[in-house]
């Protein structure tokens, strides 16, 4: 799957921080893939102007392969964040990629 920056980003805040030994060996892994280089870092020039995160255009999307257990845990966090009413609008996209609907 292609993401670009922001969802990466996303990706990398929805994932949970908690869980069973498997479940935590395949998040070390996923965000490990979904992380940026320091390349990725020069290139993009990261900065944080109040709770928004902003950077330079240019970076082309990541080619990223999730497993089956990491796809899992992806719809887990999204259908979790819906349950409890907490999506948000820059969730929509990955969620329907995911998730559905």
Do not use: C
């Not at 980003?9 to 069973?20: C, F, H, T, Y």
């Not at 070390?28 to 290139?43: A, G, V």
């Not at 944080?48 to 887990?76: C, H, P, R, S, Y």
């Not at 966090?77 to 969620?95: C, G, P, S, V």
Request: zero cysteines; a negative charge; glycine letters at 6%.
């Amino acid at each position: 799957m292609k993401l670009s920056v922001s969802d990466r980003l996303i990706l990398l805040g929805v994932l949970p921080r908690e869980g069973d030994f498997t479940t935590l060996k395949i998040l070390r892994q996923m965000k490990d893939d979904l992380s940026f280089s320091e390349e990725e870092h020069k290139r993009l020039n990261f900065r944080q102007e109040g709770e928004t995160i902003l950077w330079e255009e240019g970076l082309e999307d990541k080619e990223i392969n999730f497993g089956e257990k990491a796809t899992d845990i992806i719809v887990n966090a999204f259908k979790k964040l819906n349950d409890q009413k907490k999506l948000q609008i820059e969730h929509m996209e990955l969620y329907q990629e995911f998730v559905g609907g």
